[in-house]
């Protein structure tokens, strides 16, 4: 059964993930957003989406861009959760795993880490 959570604790939970991450890649992270969204209109299921250029994709021709977005999906983590620590265990995952795909670590290589 899904779990309930208020929007706003689970908003707290995106950022004491956010606070796991090891100061020195927080500070290499560049343009980027973190966003809580309920769900991704095209695939329901999608726990996080990260959508950008990647840092080891950026140039000397990057820069004027809206920042890269990483969105993590609320109703769909609570679904595949059975309890708050559940959820504060996969949203850890799903924000590291996201941000990865900002540092340009692909599916393949976080599944090698154990972050899938």
């Given at each position: 059964m899904p779990v309930e959570m208020t929007r706003t604790?689970?908003?707290?939970?995106?950022?004491?993930?956010?606070?796991?991450?090891?100061e020195e890649l927080a500070r290499a992270m560049n343009n980027v957003v973190v966003l809580?969204?309920?769900?991704?209109?095209?695939?329901?299921?999608?726990?996080?989406?990260?959508?950008?250029i990647a840092l080891p994709e950026?140039?000397?021709?990057?820069?004027?861009?809206?920042?890269?977005r990483i969105t993590i999906y609320r109703e769909a983590l609570l679904?595949?959760?059975?309890?708050?620590?559940?959820?504060?265990?996969e949203v850890a995952v799903t924000v590291v795993h996201e941000i990865?795909?900002?540092?340009g670590i692909d599916d393949r290589k976080?599944?090698?880490?154990?972050?899938?």
């Open positions: 604790r689970f908003e707290e939970l995106v950022t004491d993930a956010l606070d796991l991450i090891p809580v969204e309920d769900r991704n209109p095209e695939e329901a299921a999608l726990l996080g989406l990260y959508e950008g950026r140039d000397s021709t990057y820069g004027g861009v809206l920042p890269d679904d595949v959760c059975d309890s708050e620590e559940d959820v504060i265990d990865a795909h900002h540092f976080l599944h090698e880490l154990g972050w899938a």
